[in-house]
């Protein structure tokens, strides 16, 4: 029996539209990860699934802290294209999750903060590519 991901996002603008979404999202398997990232930490690695092309179908990063120096790369600590932290992150579907990587399997948390960051993953898989 699959386990179930009820998420809703809701966006106004002052004064202007407002749109909400609520869906409830079909997986195999789920994991939640909780990690601090020491300060001045650089590409402390968190894995976030086991492997495989297109597993990932739901991606939640929060924070205690968004900040501009507070970011993560995905399945190489050498890439050369960093993502801010600056704000929760959220992807749903293997669309929006294929943006970081066909496979994202690890990120790795960098924190240029003098203080340490909480940040908690939820990751919604297929377990049988």
């Given at each position: 029996?699959?386990?179930?991901?009820?998420?809703?996002l809701?966006?106004?603008?002052?004064?202007?539209p407002?749109?909400?979404?609520?869906?409830?999202?079909?997986?195999?398997?789920?994991?939640?990860?909780?990690?601090?990232?020491?300060?001045?930490?650089?590409?402390a690695?968190?894995?976030?699934q086991?492997?495989?092309?297109?597993?990932?179908?739901?991606?939640?990063?929060s924070?205690?802290?968004?900040?501009?120096?507070?970011?993560?790369?995905?399945?190489?600590?050498?890439?050369?294209t960093?993502?801010?932290?600056?704000?929760?992150?959220?992807?749903?579907?293997?669309g929006?999750?294929g943006?970081?990587?066909?496979?994202?399997?690890?990120l790795?948390?960098s924190?240029?903060?003098?203080?340490?960051?909480?940040?908690?993953?939820?990751?919604?898989?297929?377990?049988?590519?």
């Open positions: 029996m699959p386990e179930k991901i009820n998420w809703t809701s966006a106004q603008v002052i004064g202007g407002k749109i909400s979404v609520a869906k409830t999202m079909d997986v195999d398997a789920y994991d939640k990860i909780h990690v601090s990232i020491d300060a001045k930490a650089t590409d690695e968190v894995e976030i086991p492997g495989g092309s297109g597993q990932v179908q739901f991606l939640l990063i924070a205690d802290q968004y900040n501009d120096k507070v970011s993560y790369k995905v399945n190489d600590e050498a890439s050369t960093i993502i801010l932290l600056d704000g929760p992150h959220l992807l749903i579907g293997s929006a999750v943006l970081l990587d066909e496979a994202p399997t690890s790795f948390f924190n240029d903060l003098d203080s340490n960051v909480s940040i908690d993953i939820l990751v919604g898989r297929d377990a049988t590519p």
